[in-house]
């Protein structure tokens, strides 16, 4: 069975539900698709909070569209899991007991009108170069959820670089509530790719599995190198001094983010973690009463076809 399962890796073909697995590639499989899907759910709260003060019925609808399709992508990624033997209760239980984790970016805040910009333009950014790879992930459920999630988080990508290119054409003020936003997300966006390749425990396993399909340090680089030209069309400053085209590398050369913060965040104390997981729960509650309700529907459905 081993033997089976590294053919079908070296072919380069996917391994599907039913196929045999170790337990150690199911087990990493469902602790990065869950904290994945718990990203996509958590991160609705950043730029959900500007639903009811968004400045047009345009913008409003565009962003509640948004906000939507990344509860859409949860629920497919939480899917995927479930082909992996884990429920998305199971799931939803661990996130809440602090037991797995979401994505950092999400544990920073959201007080300017610009930051729904940002979070198109730079995390849906990041989030594409990540995610575009994971298309050819080993593992046939989670690398088709991605097809479609990453369609529309390109369409994300570009409502928030349009929305930022909107304000850059407006007022003095309005210009610098971008730079502001964009001063306050550059970091952390650059940290949503992992800890660096020699500080990241899962990495090598995962590549030679073929889940991530590149490491943490390379993304990472792939995102400055497309985001830089795109910051020059916008007129924004990346804040950062030691950002220059290196000729030799054929690459951007960049500081790298503080990597303590990351393990912060990381360990539950960002500086939104808190309010993150409570304002979870307090849905997850007031949900309990249509959990319930739906099984007692399917129960007495299933009863009358029996009966
Ligand atoms: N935040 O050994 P590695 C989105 C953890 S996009 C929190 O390098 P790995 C779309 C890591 O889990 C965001 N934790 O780990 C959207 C591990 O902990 P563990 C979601 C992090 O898995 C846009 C430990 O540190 N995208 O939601 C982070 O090989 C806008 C050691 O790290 C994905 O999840 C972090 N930044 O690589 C939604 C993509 N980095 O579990 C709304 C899929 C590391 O051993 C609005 N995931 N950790 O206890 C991946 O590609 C990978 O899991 C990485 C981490 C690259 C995130």
Request: net charge negative.
């Amino acid at each position: 069975m081993q033997e089976q399962f590294e053919a079908t890796l070296a072919r380069g073909d996917r391994i599907e539900p039913r196929d045999w697995m170790p337990d150690d590639y199911r087990a990493t499989l469902v602790r990065q698709i869950a904290q994945h899907a718990h990203s996509e759910i958590i991160g609705m709260q950043p730029e959900g909070a500007w639903i009811s003060r968004a400045p047009s019925l345009r913008r409003k609808a565009t962003l509640l569209a948004k906000v939507q399709d990344e509860a859409g992508h949860g629920l497919y990624l939480y899917s995927a899991a479930e082909t992996l033997g884990t429920s998305r209760g199971e799931l939803t239980e661990k996130l809440l007991a602090g037991r797995q984790k979401y994505s950092s970016i999400f544990a920073y805040p959201t007080p300017s009108y610009a930051d729904v910009g940002t979070i198109g333009w730079l995390v849906d950014g990041a989030a594409i170069c990540n995610q575009v790879p994971l298309c050819r992930t080993s593992y046939g459920p989670y690398g088709r959820a991605m097809i479609r999630v990453c369609k529309e988080e390109s369409f994300h990508q570009r409502q928030g670089f349009e929305l930022l290119m909107t304000m850059m054409q407006g007022t003095d003020e309005q210009r610098a509530m971008v730079q502001e936003s964009v001063d306050r997300f550059w970091w952390p966006a650059l940290m949503m790719f992992g800890p660096p390749d020699a500080d990241s425990p899962n990495t090598a396993r995962s590549m030679a599995w073929g889940i991530k399909r590149d490491t943490n340090d390379d993304l990472r680089q792939k995102f400055v190198d497309m985001t830089v030209p795109q910051a020059e069309r916008l007129g924004v400053r990346l804040p950062d001094d030691g950002l220059v085209w290196n000729e030799a590398r054929g690459h951007h050369d960049f500081t790298p983010p503080d990597w303590d913060e990351l393990a912060a965040v990381v360990r539950g104390d960002g500086p939104c973690s808190a309010e993150r997981l409570a304002h979870r729960r307090r849905a997850h509650e007031d949900g309990a009463w249509v959990r319930e309700a739906a099984l007692a529907f399917a129960a007495r459905a299933e009863a009358d076809r029996a009966g």
